[in-house]
């Protein structure tokens, strides 16, 4: 099994910046089966969607819509995967998931959803 925890979330102000962090546990050989970390959000009565994912490779992905104020990155040893978050705006406020996938063997995927950490950004 594969657990995922989230943390970091909280209230700041416009402009203001956030840190999250997401840590995968479950297997000692955990480092080489994640093939991608990922952030996902969800505001209210709103779909989920990406935000930002690394694969193990370090290669990243974003949103239009926080490129250049939200960065990923990853601690491979450690599973772990953090999303700065600068200049956040009111339309940042979302509860925030991280993702996390990878294989178990050839013929055994898994894709786990940490439990949601909020963020809210006052104007």
């Known amino acids: 099994q594969v657990q995922v925890v989230e943390s970091g979330g909280g209230l700041v102000q416009a402009r203001g910046s956030l840190r999250l962090s997401c840590v995968a546990s479950?297997?000692?050989?955990?480092?080489?089966?994640?093939?991608?970390m990922g952030w996902y959000r969800q505001a209210p009565g709103k779909e989920r969607e990406l935000v930002a994912e690394?694969?193990?490779?370090?290669?990243?992905n974003y949103a239009d819509s926080v490129k250049g104020r939200f960065t990923i990155s990853r601690d491979n040893a450690k599973n772990t995967a953090f999303l700065q978050m600068n200049d956040l705006k009111p339309e940042d406020t979302a509860v925030y998931y991280c993702?996390?996938?990878?294989?178990?063997?050839?013929?055994?995927?898994?894709?786990?959803w940490g439990q949601g950490t909020r963020v809210t950004v006052s104007s």
């Open positions: 993702n996390v996938r990878g294989w178990f063997s050839i013929e055994s995927r898994f894709d786990r």
């Open positions: 479950g297997r000692p050989s955990l480092p080489s089966l994640i093939s991608a």
């Open positions: 690394i694969t193990s490779d370090g290669t990243t």
